[in-house]
T-cell receptor, first 113, second 111 residues
Framework: DVKVTQSSRYLVKRTGEKVFLECVQD?????MFWYRQDPGLGLRLIYF???????EKGDIPEGYSVSREKKERFSLILESASTNQTSMYLC????????????FGSGTQLSVL | DQQVKQNSPSLSVQEGRISILNCDYT??????FLWYKKYPAEGPTFLIS?????DKNEDGRFTVFLNKSAKHLSLHIVPSQPGDSAVYFC??????????FGTGTSLTVIP
């Protein structure tokens, strides 16, 4: 069974902290994505990656960075967490060739106090 | 600017009846559309998709209709069941590009 695993389900951090959100997929997918979900705003793309060490900005990259050192792992980094980054963060992956379906992790609910 | 819109934040339907969820898009270059279902505290799961060369796709109780001239997508669930209660997101994609998601519609199926 295909799987996208996010390291934490719930996370509470303080303003100004550096935060790492980890995502691992076991499907050998080339594409990986980070979204955030907020009420009334749907899913918004933060960053994505088509290959190891490659990254592309999505629609809302400000305040975030990413790292893709291995094919199966895609990390989202909040350099200095702020309260407006309190959100549900969703990692997803897909095959590069078809890119017809995103497989999502269970999400990380991040609260920044 | 929201390229994919779901104008109904919520919908309530009696068990056994039809649920119709709607989605509008603005970019005529979108060539592939999907519906995802999301339960609280879980990630979205794929439900059904349709290519722009088709106008209908069925999978069991779920049917997706695409009206390209109106730039409108709809998901029909027949018959609706209490377990269908969830948030439904529509998404659209241009080949080789990212997916754009709507804001979601929360469906409640009343037993």
């Amino acid at each position: 069974d295909v799987k996208v695993t996010q390291s934490s389900r719930y996370l509470v951090k303080r303003t100004g902290e550096k935060v790492f959100l980890e995502c691992v997929q076991d499907m050998d997918h080339e594409n990986m994505f980070w979204y955030r979900q907020d009420p009334g705003l749907g899913l918004r793309l933060i960053y994505f990656s088509y290959d190891v060490k490659m990254k592309e900005k999505g629609d809302i990259p400000e305040g975030y960075s990413v790292s893709r050192e291995k094919k199966e792992r895609f990390s989202l980094i909040l350099e200095s967490a702020s309260t407006n980054q309190t959100s549900m963060y969703l990692c997803a992956s897909s095959l590069r060739v078809t890119n017809e379906k995103l497989f999502f992790g269970s999400g990380t609910q991040l609260s920044v106090l | 600017d929201q390229q994919v819109k779901q104008n109904s934040p919520s919908l309530s339907v009696q068990e056994g009846r039809i649920s119709i969820l709607n989605c509008d898009y603005t970019n005529s270059m979108f060539d592939y559309f999907l519906w995802y279902k999301k339960y609280p505290a879980e990630g979205p799961t794929f439900l059904i998709s349709i290519s722009s060369i088709k106008d209908k796709n069925e999978d069991g109780r779920f049917t997706v209709f695409l009206n390209k001239s109106a730039k409108h997508l709809s998901l029909h669930i027949v018959p609706s069941q209490p377990g269908d209660s969830a948030v439904y997101f529509c998404a659209a994609r241009i080949t080789g590009n990212q997916f754009y998601f709507g804001t979601g519609t929360s469906l409640t199926v009343i037993p």
